[in-house]
């Protein structure tokens, strides 16, 4: 695996919200915690996953990694360089660089434009291939790299005529033309069949390896992320709760809310009901998040003492696994910081 090629820090995104008569009356200006102060490390050349039930916040930390949305605070680095203190203008470049697959095909593609207009759009933003000839090249080359073959056929035809999964690849190849580095991936294959989804999990797999691409793939299926993913964080509430490979994380979870998410990933060989963890009630609100530990509403064994009041710290549990959890053992002989160094007790 390379070098890094993005880092997370601190990253936090609170939204506004609504007020009540009382909240008004008081002066209280409520905020919707989505991204709560997370970070992460993704390495050039990786497919790493970020996992977690609907509405912990996985899809707004993808936008704000591409500034899509404006965080409350934070910072991103790619390439060392942080994104955020560059101006709208000097950020431009990294337009091309870093590129967004969506989840619904459907709604991210103009029903007005012909696929050729929709592929050809990012090469006219950034002045790219300007004569009418070449463009016209450029949109075939990347709408058969994305498995749209053949790729003339497409070019005069509207979205509504295409299926689930070929629209998806017009995203795809909407992306690839502008010969991105790093691809943010929300869920690109939760709204197809599922053979259509083996078909598109494929094609980004030949993408990474033919062209070196690095992902941030987000998705609710851990057996998916443990198939495809060499690395992952578990999100709950705005928070990672767990973090390090796809493969030990899943074959041997240690968070409690990991556990509960692995234990009933569909399987040949399923658990026994008594060796599932069905968490109970839903997802606390994320304007009123519960102090200490945000899942111990639902966590099946939580400690009234430690759990209900301190926040735990994403630590270092195992070699190269970090966890947020009062009730999982710190190594001994390491002391922990933070997730960007371990370091040996007595030494700096």
Known sequence: ??????????????????????????????????VDGINLEIKRGEIFCLVGESGCG????????????????GE?????????????????????????IFQDPFSSLDP????????????????????????????????DEAGLRPAKTFLHRYPHELSGGQRQRVVIAGAL??????????????????????????????????RGLTFLFITHDLALAKLIGDRLAVMYLGKIMETGTAASIIDQPLNPYT???????????????????????????????????????????AQQEKCEVLEPPLELKQDDRYVACHLVPRPEGYVTPGIWEKRSRGTS
């Open 1 to 34: 695996m390379g070098d890094t090629l993005l880092r997370v820090k601190d990253l936090r995104v609170h939204f506004p919200a609504t007020r009540s008569w009382q909240e008004a009356l008081h002066g209280e200006r409520p905020v919707i915690r989505s």
């Open 58 to 73: 996985k899809s707004t930390t993808g936008k704000a990694i591409l500034r899509l949305v404006t965080p409350t605070t």
């Open 76 to 100: 991103i680095y790619y390439q060392g360089q942080s994104l955020y203190q560059l101006t709208r203008s000097a950020f431009r470049p990294y337009r091309r660089r870093l590129q967004m």
């Open 112 to 143: 007005a434009q012909t696929i050729q207009e929709i592929v050809a759009e990012g090469l006219a933003v950034h002045g790219l291939y300007p004569g009418r000839r070449e463009r016209r090249d450029r949109v075939l080359q990347a709408l």
């Open 177 to 210: 033309i502008l010969e991105p580095e790093f691809i943010v991936a929300d869920e690109p294959v939760s709204a197809l069949d599922l053979s259509v989804r083996a078909e598109i999990i494929q094609l980004l797999l030949q993408l990474r390896e033919k």
């Open 259 to 301: 556990k509960a998410l692995v234990s009933v990933i569909p399987s040949l060989h399923p658990v026994s009901p008594e060796q599932r963890l069905l968490l109970q009630g839903e997802i606390p609100n994320p304007r009123h998040i519960p102090a200490g530990c945000r899942f111990h509403p639902r966590c099946p064994v």
